[in-house]
C-alpha cells in the first residue's frame, strides 16, 4: 500500500462534514458530580480550568503543559492519529506482536483514541491510558487514570510491560 501524503494533509485541511453520531456506544468516565468523591486520590483542583485568548486550559498544569483542553485541541489531536495511522499503513503500532500484551499502558493519552484503538485490535489486553484532563470515553478492556506524569506516579509501570510513548519527547 502506497501512501500520499499531499492527498492525506489535504483531507485534514479541508475535512469532509462530519455527520452527528446517533449510535453513542460508549460510556464516558467524565461525570463532574460524582468524579471527585470516587477517587480518593482526586482533588477537585483537576476539574479547573483557565480560559485564556478563548481557549481552555488544565489549571493544575500551572503553565507547565502548553496545549489547550478544549474541543479544538482535542479534534486536533483525534487527526494526528489518523495521520499516524494512515502513515504506518492502517497499523496502531510498529511493534510486531505475535499475542495480546496483558498490559499497555499509554502515557499522556489525550483523547485516549489510541487506547481505544489497540484495545480493539486487541481484546486480550488490559490498555490503561493516563493524562491530566478527564476527558476519554471507556471500553470494555481500557481504563483512564489521572496524573501528572512530571510527579511522582501514583501507578506501576514495572506491572506494564508494554508501554507506547509515540512522539514521546524529554523536556
Known amino acids: 500500500m502506497t501512501t500520499n501524503i499531499p492527498d492525506i494533509l ?3 485541511l479541508n475535512p469532509a462534514p462530519i455527520e452527528a453520531e446517533t449510535n453513542l456506544g460508549a460510556t464516558s ?4 458530580e460524582s468524579i471527585a468523591s470516587s477517587t480518593q486520590s482526586l482533588t477537585e483542583s483537576i476539574l479547573e480550568h483557565v480560559y485564556e485568548n478563548g481557549r481552555r486550559y488544565h489549571r493544575k498544569s500551572k503553565g507547565q503543559y502548553f496545549f489547550p483542553t478544549d474541543d ?4 486536533r489531536l483525534d487527526m494526528m492519529h489518523h495521520l499516524h495511522l494512515e502513515l504506518l499503513g492502517g497499523n496502531i503500532t510498529m511493534t510486531r506482536l505475535d499475542e495480546d500484551p496483558p498490559n499497555v499502558l499509554d502515557c499522556g493519552c489525550g483523547t485516549g483514541i489510541w ?13 490503561t491510558g493516563i493524562d491530566l484532563a478527564p476527558i476519554q470515553p471507556t471500553a470494555p478492556n481500557v481504563k483512564f487514570e489521572l496524573d501528572d506524569l512530571e510527579k511522582e506516579w501514583t501507578f506501576k509501570p514495572a506491572s506494564t510491560p508494554s508501554t507506547p510513548l509515540p512522539l514521546a519527547i524529554k523536556n
Not at 29 to 32: A, C, M, R, S, Y
Not at 72 to 75: K, Y
Open 10 to 12: 489535504a483531507n485534514i
Open 29 to 32: 468516565d467524565w461525570d463532574e
Open 72 to 75: 479544538a485541541e482535542m479534534n
Open 115 to 127: 487506547a481505544l484503538d489497540f484495545g480493539d485490535v486487541h481484546p486480550g489486553s488490559v490498555v
